[in-house]
T-cell receptor
Framework: AQSVSQHNHHVILSEAASLELGCNYSYGGTVNLFWYVQYPGQHLQLLLKYFSGDPLVKGIKGFEAEFIKSKFSFNLRKPSVQWSDTAEYFCAVNAGNSGGSNYKLTFGKGTLLTVNP | DAGVTQSPTHLIKTRGQQVTLRCSPKSGHDTVSWYQQALGQGPQFIFQYYEEEERQRGNFPDRFSGHQFPNYSSELNVNALLLGDSALYLC????????????FGSGTRLTVV
């Protein structure tokens, strides 16, 4: 069974600080990896995704994530956060190349990011 | 605009009642998945519908059932509501199963009293 662990429940930063949110997954096969963001009162939005190829993935709004297969990790980074980045961030995984047998996304519990101006 | 439309946005039901939630997928998508998001938790997969059939199911009791219509829209039904069913219910649409990306709706907030 798949599982996702997000290390930090709540992260508080000042504007212009660098951000790294941890995500580790448990699954023995090929995976597709996602980071979603949920701004207050809004729907889940896709920040970035990894399916294959270059393990450094760039997403929207200056976010990037690095897939490290040996560590089963997919950490999210941003060099300089803004007040508008205040939101909840979810890491998610589903089985890739599954032959059509596993379509569900398994989410972590989320990390609430608060950016103080 | 999420592209995925869910209705209603909020709902209050009494324990033991039944509820139906609705989802219209993003244009071009043919697959609908349902998730339950309890307060302070990540979304939990309930089931996925493709070609009007339930293709995969998560660890939820039979009280949770669904349907997909020929126009790809979907309903989630929950019978015999429990207080613990109070949550945000999210619909996600995708193309051919969704291993390559999902679009989420804003959700229906269900409160069971």
């Amino acid at each position: 069974a798949q599982s996702v662990s997000q290390h930090n429940h709540h992260v508080i930063l000042s504007e212009a600080a660098s951000l790294e949110l941890g995500c580790n997954y448990s699954y023995g096969g090929t995976v597709n990896l996602f980071w979603y963001v949920q701004y207050p009162g809004q729907h889940l939005q896709l920040l970035l995704k990894y399916f294959s190829g270059d393990p450094l993935v760039k997403g929207i709004k200056g976010f990037e994530a690095e897939f490290i297969k040996s560590k089963f990790s997919f950490n999210l980074r941003k060099p300089s956060v803004q007040w508008s980045d205040t939101a909840e961030y979810f890491c998610a995984v589903n089985a890739g190349n599954s032959g059509g047998s596993n379509y569900k996304l398994t989410f972590g519990k989320g990390t609430l990011l608060t950016v103080n101006p | 605009d999420a592209g995925v439309t869910q209705s209603p946005t909020h709902l209050i039901k009494t324990r033991g009642q039944q509820v139906t939630l609705r989802c219209s997928p993003k244009s071009g998508h043919d697959t609908v998945s349902w998730y339950q998001q309890a307060l302070g938790q990540g979304p939990q997969f309930i089931f996925q519908y493709y070609e009007e059939e339930e293709r995969q199911r998560g660890n939820f009791p039979d009280r949770f059932s669904g349907h997909q219509f020929p126009n790809y829209s979907s309903e989630l039904n929950v019978n015999a509501l429990l207080l613990g069913d109070s949550a945000l219910y999210l619909c996600a649409s995708s193309w051919r199963g969704g291993g390559y990306g999902y679009t989420f709706g804003s959700g229906t907030r269900l409160t069971v009293v």
